[in-house]
């Protein structure tokens, strides 16, 4: 009635134009004008959101382009990426620790020796360093570095506490995307996802890259995939649920 000028009638009157087909004509011409109306403030309304959505898609994509060329240390994206410095776990090491024995120092040395020496038979090529403190090996490849620990994961009596050796790089050639690899898998990681095994919970996980050489004729080439590895002392291996156990929770 307000809308069509008809509030001051009187209650009789205002039942009267109910009744005529002159006041559904009119109520029908404003309903399509107020649809009309909403139709244009929704079309409004949806063009303003796109606006936004666009916005912010954009500058996560600048951000994401920023941040590619800063972990990768290429800003020129005319040339092509030959290197990249990132933190990468290159190698294990071993502290020393008293064991008793009835084996005389020189034995327990050689006896290390030789388990160190059939662990990495298989490898390409790494580097041995004997400190007073205790041992470190460091690979070469990074890909290497899951089949490595497999192999190492019973040390002799006389090697104790076990940690990583972290270089920068730059990682080249073979290692140039295993270290791609490890940066963007540490990234994706959940903040609060622990590790799967019931006896250890620790946060924090390690991403290894690593190649399959099974090749069969369906799949002619190597297979590229990532390890998951747990670092902490109760546990120091593979995780089998790839640190997503808790990734609920948080």
Known sequence: MQGLGFLPLRPTFQKLVRQHDRWKALLTVEIGKAEKLMDKENLKQKRRDDRRDIGRKNEIFKHGIKGTKKITGKYNMSKPLTEVKISCPCGPKWTRQEHASSLTEQEREERTMTWITECTKNLRTHSLKLTQGG???????????????????????????????????????????????????????????????????????????????????????????????????????????NFRSTSHKG
């Open 135 to 241: 041992i470190e090996i460091k690979l070469e490849a990074l890909t290497d570095m899951p089949p490595f620990l497999q192999v190492t994961q019973n040390p002799p009596l006389d090697l104790g506490t076990r940690s990583f050796i972290y270089d920068i790089g730059p990682w080249k050639g073979e290692n140039l995307l295993a270290g791609i690899e490890i940066f963007f898998q540490k990234n994706a990681y959940h903040p609060f996802a622990t590790c799967g095994y019931s006896e250890c919970g620790k946060t924090g996980p390690i991403p290894m890259s690593y190649i399959t050489n099974n090749t069969t004729s369906e799949q002619p080439l190597p297979t590229r995939s990532i390890e998951h590895f747990c670092g902490g002392e109760t546990c120091f291996r593979i995780d089998p649920t």
